[in-house]
């Protein structure tokens, strides 16, 4: 999809890091924009951000994990545009721990947002997609999809299944012939809220305020907030997506490489502590 101007795009995790970014780097090639987060007041905040572009954007509330909500994400978009060409499946939550102590609550809500999120996505938005004379998905996964991530099993559980999602929409698509593409995005170290979020929300986004871990998973998770604290800016992220939309390109894997480098450096540093 070469020509982005005048597309509409709705983005899930929109309110923050590289759902914001990527509203905003869309928004500069003209795009317009249907901003969806369950946090009412961050979304109010970011869509004031992309606004200031000078960008058409709305902004619809919307807990992903519930199905007749995404659904009446996609109404709130084509009554507002008419029309949908770019899904972008970024919203994403995750919780620590060791996989047999996370509650099956928890469980539950990161299969909901990372999972059946873009699963609900996909069954409200691909008729619309279908629809048009091109169109593209960018589904936003985790280099925790492609290796595992220690003491984050129920986010490296959705994320793993996201890339298998993404195999097979791209397949199924294929079957149609329909000129919609497919991106999965797999950031290593991405400097964006989400470790923070484990604190500021949970279940029916209410803040859980703070996590119970034993010291080895309290390591990890430092390492982890290390790791996205030290990444690259969401900016360079959401220009990349733009980039992949406008080039078909299926994996788009910003800063992996750094992830693995680091993670393998400070595991190795955790055991010799030991």
Known sequence: MKELGGRVAVITGASSGIGLATAVALARQGVRLVMASQNEQRLGEAVRIVQSTGAEVIGVPTDVGDEAAVKALAEAAVTRFGEVHLLINNA???????????????????????????????RAFMPLLLQQDEAHVVNVASS????????????????????????????????TGAPVGVTVVCPGAVA???????????????????????????????????????????????????????????WLLPNAQVFYDLFDQELDDLKAQR
């Not at 034993?214 to 907030?225: F, G, K, L, S």
């Open 192 to 250: 964006t809220p989400i470790t923070s979020q484990a604190r500021n929300t949970g279940p029916g986004g209410v803040p859980r305020g703070s996590f119970e871990l034993d010291p080895r998973t309290a390591e990890m998770w430092n390492v982890m907030r290390k790791f996205t604290d030290d990444g690259i800016d969401p900016a360079d992220v959401g220009d990349m997506i733009v980039t992949a939309v406008q080039d078909n390109q299926f």
């Open 92 to 122: 994403g939550v995750f919780v620590p721990g060791y996989l047999w102590d996370i509650s099956q609550l928890d469980w539950d809500w990161v299969m909901d947002v990372n999972l059946r999120g873009p699963i609900f996505a996909l």
């Open 144 to 175: 925790g999809g492609l290796m595992p991530t220690i003491a984050h099993a129920p986010y490296c559980t959705t994320k793993h299944a996201i890339v298998g999602l993404s195999k097979a929409l791209r397949a199924d698509i294929s079957l």
